[in-house]
C-alpha cells in the first residue's frame, strides 16, 4: 500500500517504523504495569531480548535454508542474507512454535504460582497493545498480499512502488486484524478490571490466534498440505494453529481453579 518512506536519503520500510513504534508502547505499557502490580521491571523482561534474538536468527535460517536447500551459509554475503531483515520472510508456523517455546522457558523460571498469573497478564496485555499498532504498519508494508476484492472497505495502492499496483482493491485484512485484536483486548480486559483476576492472557492468545486464522483464508500465499473444506483452504498454518489453541485451552483450564 505504502511500503516505505525516504528520510534524508534513506529508505526506511513501514515495517520497520512499526517495529519500532510498536517495541516503544510495549515497553511503555509493561513499565506501567509493572509498577502497578509492584514487579521488577528489569528483572521481569532481561531474559526476552536473547529469546526473541534466537527465535529471528533461527527463523532466518531455516528460511534461508528451505529457499536454497544449503545447510549453512558458505560466503559472507549468504550470512548477511539471513542476518538482514530485507525480504522479511519467516513462516508464521516457525514464530508460532518459537514463541510457544520462549513462552515456556520464559514462565519456567518463576517459580510462585501467583508471580506467574500477575506476570504474564502485564507481558500479554504489553503484546496485545503492540500488535494493534504494528499490524497498521504492516498493512502499509504490503508484503502480505490480500485476495482482491470489490468491497465498499477495500484499499488499493497509494504508489507505484507497492506490491499492490498488480491490483484494483484488496481487502484491509492488517487492519481488520488490528481491530480484532482490540476488540478482543478490550473483552479480556473487563473481568481482570472488574473481578480482579490474573491468568487472563491465555484467552487473550486463543483469541488472537483465531482471528489471525480467520486471516490467512484472505491471504494470498503458498500454502502447503492443503485441504478444501466449504470453499475454505486450510493448510499447515491452520494445523499447527489449531494444536496450539488445543494446548492452550488445556492450560487455561487446568490453571483457572488451581490455588497459589
Same mark, same amino acid.
Given at each position: 500500500?505504502? !511500503?516505505?518512506?525516504?528520510?534524508?536519503?534513506?529508505?526506511?520500510?513501514?515495517?520497520?517504523?512499526?517495529?519500532?513504534?510498536?517495541?516503544?508502547?510495549?515497553?511503555?505499557?509493561?513499565?506501567?504495569?509493572?509498577?502497578?502490580?509492584?514487579?521488577?521491571?528489569?528483572?521481569?523482561?532481561?531474559?526476552?531480548?536473547?529469546?526473541?534474538?534466537?527465535?529471528?536468527?533461527?527463523?532466518?535460517?531455516?528460511?534461508?535454508?528451505?529457499?536454497?536447500?544449503?545447510?549453512?551459509?558458505?560466503?559472507?554475503?549468504?550470512?548477511?542474507?539471513?542476518?538482514?531483515?530485507?525480504?522479511?520472510?519467516?513462516? +508464521?508456523?516457525?514464530?508460532?512454535?518459537?514463541?510457544?517455546?520462549?513462552?515456556?522457558?520464559? +514462565?519456567?523460571?518463576?517459580?510462585?504460582?501467583?508471580?506467574?498469573?500477575?506476570?504474564?497478564?502485564?507481558?500479554?496485555?504489553?503484546?496485545?497493545?503492540?500488535?494493534?499498532?504494528?499490524?497498521?504498519?504492516?498493512?502499509? $508494508?504490503?508484503?502480505?498480499?490480500?485476495? !482482491?476484492?470489490?468491497?465498499?472497505?477495500?484499499?488499493?495502492? %497509494?504508489?507505484?512502488?507497492?506490491?499492490?499496483?498488480? +491490483?484494483?482493491?484488496?481487502?484491509?485484512?492488517? %487492519?481488520?486484524?488490528?481491530?480484532?485484536?482490540?476488540?478482543?483486548?478490550?473483552?479480556?480486559?473487563?473481568?481482570?478490571?472488574?473481578?480482579?483476576?490474573?491468568?487472563? $492472557?491465555?484467552?487473550?492468545?486463543?483469541?488472537?490466534?483465531?482471528? %489471525?486464522?480467520?486471516?490467512?483464508?484472505?491471504?494470498?500465499?503458498?500454502?502447503?498440505?492443503?485441504?478444501?473444506?466449504?470453499?475454505?483452504?486450510?493448510?499447515?498454518?491452520?494445523?499447527?494453529?489449531?494444536?496450539?489453541?488445543?494446548?492452550?485451552?488445556?492450560?487455561?483450564?487446568?490453571?483457572?481453579?488451581?490455588?497459589?
Amino acid at each position: 500500500m505504502y !511500503p516505505s518512506i525516504e528520510l534524508r536519503g534513506i529508505n526506511i520500510s513501514m515495517m520497520a517504523i512499526g517495529i519500532a513504534i510498536s517495541f516503544l508502547i510495549f515497553i511503555i505499557t509493561a513499565r506501567i504495569l509493572t509498577q502497578r502490580n509492584g514487579q521488577d521491571f528489569l528483572k521481569l523482561f532481561y531474559r526476552i531480548p536473547g529469546r526473541i534474538i534466537l527465535s529471528y536468527i533461527l527463523g532466518r535460517y531455516i528460511s534461508f535454508s528451505l529457499e536454497t536447500w544449503t545447510y549453512l551459509p558458505t560466503s559472507l554475503s549468504e550470512l548477511l542474507t539471513i542476518l538482514s531483515p530485507n525480504n522479511f520472510n519467516i513462516h +508464521f508456523v516457525w514464530i508460532l512454535l518459537a514463541s510457544r517455546i520462549c513462552i515456556w522457558s520464559f +514462565f519456567s523460571g518463576i517459580k510462585r504460582t501467583e508471580n506467574k498469573k500477575i506476570r504474564a497478564d502485564i507481558l500479554f496485555t504489553s503484546l496485545a497493545n503492540a500488535i494493534i499498532i504494528l499490524w497498521i504498519f504492516l498493512t502499509l $508494508w504490503d508484503t502480505m498480499i490480500w485476495n !482482491p476484492t470489490e468491497n465498499i472497505f477495500a484499499i488499493r495502492a %497509494l504508489t507505484d512502488e507497492s506490491a499492490l499496483t498488480k +491490483f484494483d482493491w484488496v481487502y484491509p485484512v492488517g %487492519l481488520f486484524i488490528s481491530c480484532g485484536v482490540l476488540a478482543i483486548h478490550i473483552l479480556v480486559s473487563i473481568p481482570r478490571i472488574i473481578f480482579k483476576k490474573n491468568w487472563l $492472557w491465555m484467552r487473550w492468545l486463543i483469541g488472537i490466534l483465531i482471528v %489471525l486464522n480467520i486471516a490467512f483464508f484472505f491471504q494470498s500465499y503458498p500454502r502447503h498440505w492443503v485441504i478444501s473444506i466449504l470453499g475454505l483452504l486450510f493448510d499447515i498454518k491452520q494445523y499447527i494453529s489449531l494444536i496450539v489453541i488445543i494446548h492452550c485451552c488445556i492450560t487455561a483450564i487446568k490453571w483457572e481453579n488451581r490455588k497459589f
